[in-house]
């Protein structure tokens, strides 16, 4: 019997609520047949909600020289952010990360402020100390200054320091 003879078979037995309660039929030869053609088509696609597997650290390694950000590792793997970041981390892999993408990390780059109504010009060594002082919500500079351009916020015009 094929598949779509045991389709039509269990329609025209029990109707079309036999499919949703097929194990309340299992006697019948073709539900068993739709049984295991459900099991095999479930092992082959996967659920919907599953996980994402960890690529191991050469697959990792491989797609951070490669240029993917965290962001595009996550979406290729299946992973969440977080466990990008530790599976980077528990590999020694986050070196390797920052120095593929240098404007990531914000640790060495000098911000440069300037004050439009008086012409005070104020250097920071990292654009956290320059987002304390100024009274900036976290990432703001590093957001918005990419690529130089230059953000403003209040009286102060910020800029990357080259």
């Given amino acids: 019997m094929k598949f779509v003879e045991a389709v039509n078979l269990i329609e025209s037995r029990y109707g079309m609520q036999a499919f949703d309660h097929l194990e309340d039929y299992s006697e019948d030869e073709a ?6 053609e459900r ?9 919907k909600c599953a996980r994402g597997k960890d690529p191991g650290p050469l697959a990792l ?16 793997t299946g992973l969440g952010m977080t466990a990008v970041r530790a599976k980077t ?3 020694g892999l986050r070196e390797l990360y920052h120095k593929t993408h240098p404007n990531v990390r914000r640790f060495d780059v000098k911000v440069l402020c300037t004050n439009r ?6 250097e920071y060594k990292t654009m956290s100390a320059a987002e304390r002082a100024l009274g900036l919500y976290h990432c703001a500079l590093s957001q918005n200054t990419k690529n130089g351009k230059t953000f403003a916020h209040g009286d102060w015009e910020f800029k990357r320091a080259n």
């Avoid at 539900?31 to 295991?36: N, P, S």
């Avoid at 109504?117 to 104020?122: D, I, Y």
């Fill in 31 to 36: 539900v068993q047949i739709l049984l295991e």
């Fill in 39 to 47: 099991k095999q088509s479930r092992a082959k696609t996967g659920k």
């Fill in 61 to 76: 390694k491989k797609m951070i020289e490669g240029g993917y950000a965290y962001v595009d590792i996550a979406a290729a």
């Fill in 89 to 91: 981390k528990k590999y």
């Fill in 117 to 122: 109504l008086t012409g005070e010009q104020r």
